[in-house]
């Protein structure tokens, strides 16, 4: 899409400058590639965390930084734990998918702050594995 510029000049009659475009990015113009952190590709971590101790194991693939996909695998037998635990499975994936690795920490997710620890601990393995 090409840009329309037009200036009109009144003789004696403005005290402003012409408006000069700014320069603008085109949505096309890939990212430089220092700014890739994370090398593109699947990972997998344990996510530990609680006093049991608790753990999930989060599977998820990356791509130009970001998640692309994501799924959880959940370990606890107790029925609260395990209720918590496929809570947070069910909703992580919209919450995830889609945010870039190093945005992708939870506080609290569908009521689950301790999986939500072990999410985040998990993220921070896959992190150090998939530097780029």
Not at 37 to 49: H, S, T, V
């Amino acid at each position: 899409m090409a840009a329309l510029s037009c200036t009109l000049l009144a003789t004696g009659c403005t005290t402003e400058a012409p408006q000069t475009p700014s320069p603008s990015l085109s949505a096309t113009t890939p990212a430089p590639e220092e700014d890739m952190r994370y090398l593109d590709g699947d990972y997998q971590a344990e996510g530990w965390y609680g006093g049991l101790p608790s753990h999930i194991t989060v599977d998820l693939s990356l791509q130009d930084d970001a998640i692309t996909d994501v799924s959880i695998t959940h370990h606890a037998t107790d029925p609260t734990s395990l209720g918590y635990q496929e809570a947070f499975a069910e909703a992580i994936g919209e919450i995830a998918i889609g945010q870039p690795l190093d945005d992708a920490d939870v506080d609290i997710v569908a009521g689950a702050s301790g999986t939500s620890e072990g999410w985040n601990s998990a993220l921070d393995l896959i992190r150090e594995d998939a530097r780029s």
